[in-house]
């Protein structure tokens, strides 16, 4: 008999001979198992079924062996030909973001909208404002606008969002989020002229030969306009959430992140989710650049979950993004946004100094904290940052993050190995972006973007990500780029640092677990771990690489317990 055999009759025994003769009868055992041949555990086992009772998987094992588990009430999934992997995580991204903007304006390129050019946008505005009966003088708020992928490959700017309207403020965003676009009335009602003083980290571009504001407003002078707030209500926000939770659980998700948010907004968060938990876990990362010393305390001390919401820790915004050409670089662009000198190299968007003190006693009080720090610079400073605040100190297990790490270089890997600090690849790049990194960096830097292979042979555990709402939350396709590395044109960005599909599921599970402090709870199918599963249509170890996006979520559970379906009518 194998060791799992006896494991389970040990414990079969173990749950019998601790009831009173007249309680044996009511012994309850697993509630689901689940049988197939393409049980994905992630834990280096290979079982044939798997046993779940309440929110634990039990035990796994052979068909045999997990069904001495089954009772008359049991529900029993028979796989066939799909897989069952543990539930995915989200190693990065912004669930209010997705709430939010499934209710605005999606100006997105294809393959996630329809939008290819700026008269595409005009007319997409006007047509939201006509079908939506929006009064003049009404906000018009739209996301997702790509330069990279119009024609024109520029941002729309004051000119063209006037055609759209003058009687109707307008503001989009880019899909980096990093960026936005206004009209000439959006720009007069928040008081922006060419005397405006532009918040440091920020930029504001004008005409040329002019102070005049041409519309566009980079990184922290997106502030001077109106945000998202201003159009979706709060008890508006409030559902969409609930809405948000499932769109994730659709995609095979258990575990969600909120990131740079308010101690205020997670307090919200939390009480509106007592008496009301959500079905998956939500964690929240705090704002670091604008921390107080009061939320400072908070974040320290609450840790575990309350109705599925937990604070994670904290994260920096220490640049911009690559896609909208302001991610802090130590070496110029090789093509960078119109007007800038050839030397550009973008700009911190957090003052350096401030981050340095910060992340001191951040990693002396044991917060984890994650960065986001996208160019080289940016990389370099939170490198140094970790170095510095634990200069002379045996490394603890702080787990320190770089969120998105994309312009990394490799002498950077080799400090973030010895740091003990964790990438987390913004990996969809190379489809999304590679062929814009490729004019903005040039191929060599370009081809190094979320350097996966090279990641995996230093043995730095990484995880990736979608930085949901700015791409959906879709894991699977999350898991082919990373694989395939394929750009919009057909180009493969790097064919070096492509992934195995084993190493893009891990990243999704087991690594994203680590990088939570939650392996012990979640991302492999191993006995006494949360019952967070996801049935895939097929085995991603067995299909075609150039397929992987297309299999599709048949189920999803989390804390033991079916929260999404696919409809299959």
Request: hydrophobic fraction near 40%; aromatic fraction near 6%; charge should be negative.
């Amino acid at each position: 008999m194998s060791k799992s055999g006896n494991s389970i009759l040990i414990l079969i025994f173990a749950i019998l001979s601790s009831c009173s003769p007249s309680e044996e009868g009511s012994v309850e055992f697993a509630d689901i198992i689940f049988i197939g041949e393409n049980i994905v555990t992630m834990d280096d086992s290979a079982v044939s079924a798997v046993a779940v009772r309440g929110d634990r998987i039990l035990a796994t094992g052979s068909e045999s062996e997990i069904l001495a588990l089954r009772s008359e009430t049991t529900q029993l999934v028979e796989l066939g030909d799909r897989a069952l992997l543990p539930g995915f995580i989200d190693a990065h991204g912004h669930f209010g973001g997705v709430a939010t903007y499934s209710a605005l304006l999606d100006l997105s390129s294809p393959p996630v909208g329809t939008m290819e050019n700026i008269d595409d946008i005009v007319s997409a505005i006007q047509a939201w404002i006509e079908t939506n009966n929006i009064p003049a003088g009404q906000l018009i708020y739209g996301i997702g606008y790509d330069d990279s992928l119009l024609a024109e490959r520029r941002h729309p700017d004051r000119d063209d969002l006037d055609r759209a309207s003058t009687t109707h403020p307008i503001v989009i965003r880019h899909v980096s989020g990093h960026l936005n676009a206004a009209n000439s009335l959006a720009l007069s009602e928040s008081g922006i002229t060419a005397s405006t003083q532009v918040p440091p980290g920020g930029v504001m571009r004008r005409r040329p030969n002019s102070d005049e504001p041409i519309g566009v407003m980079e990184e922290t002078a997106m502030g001077l306009l109106p945000g998202t707030g201003a159009v979706v209500g709060e008890e508006q926000g409030w559902r969409l959430r609930r809405d948000a939770a499932r769109i994730y659980a659709g995609y095979g998700i258990t575990t969600i992140q909120e990131a740079n948010v308010s101690v205020e907004y997670v307090n919200a968060l939390k009480a509106r989710a007592t008496d009301n938990p959500y079905p998956v876990d939500i964690v929240t990362y705090i704002m670091g650049n604008p921390l107080s010393d009061a939320a400072l305390e908070q974040v320290a001390q609450e840790t575990e979950y309350t109705g599925g919401i937990r604070i994670g820790g904290v994260k920096f915004t220490l640049d911009g993004s690559p896609q909208g050409r302001t991610a802090w670089m130590s070496q110029p662009y090789n093509e960078g946004p119109p007007g800038v000198d050839p030397d550009y190299v973008a700009y911190p968007s957090y003052d350096p100094e401030a981050y340095r003190r910060r992340i001191d006693r951040l990693l002396e009080r044991g917060v984890p904290v994650l960065a986001h720090a996208n160019g080289d610079a940016a990389i370099e400073l939170m490198i140094d940052g970790i170095d510095q605040a634990l200069a002379g100190e045996t490394i603890p297990d702080h787990r320190s993050v770089i969120i998105h790490a994309q312009l990394i270089r490799a002498d950077q890997l080799d400090r973030v190995r010895d740091l003990g600090i964790v990438p987390s690849y913004y990996s969809v790049h190379p489809f999304f972006w590679g062929d814009w990194h490729r004019l903005s960096f040039g191929n060599e830097r370009a081809s190094f973007i979320s350097p996966v292979r090279a990641t995996v042979n230093r043995g730095i555990p990484f995880t990736i990500h979608n930085d949901s709402p700015i791409v959906p939350p879709d894991m699977m396709r999350l898991v082919s780029i990373t694989v395939n590395r394929e750009t919009r044109s057909g180009f493969i960005l790097g064919p070096e640092q492509r992934a195995t599909v084993m190493e893009a599921l891990y990243a999704i599970t087991q690594g994203a677990a680590y990088q939570y402090f939650e392996e012990d709870e979640k991302g492999s199918i191993t006995a006494g771990k949360r019952a967070d599963l996801v049935i895939l249509a097929a085995n991603p170890l067995t299909t075609d690489p150039a397929e992987l996006a297309n299999i599709a979520i048949e189920e999803t559970y989390a804390r033991g317990k079916s929260v999404f379906k696919r409809d299959v009518n």
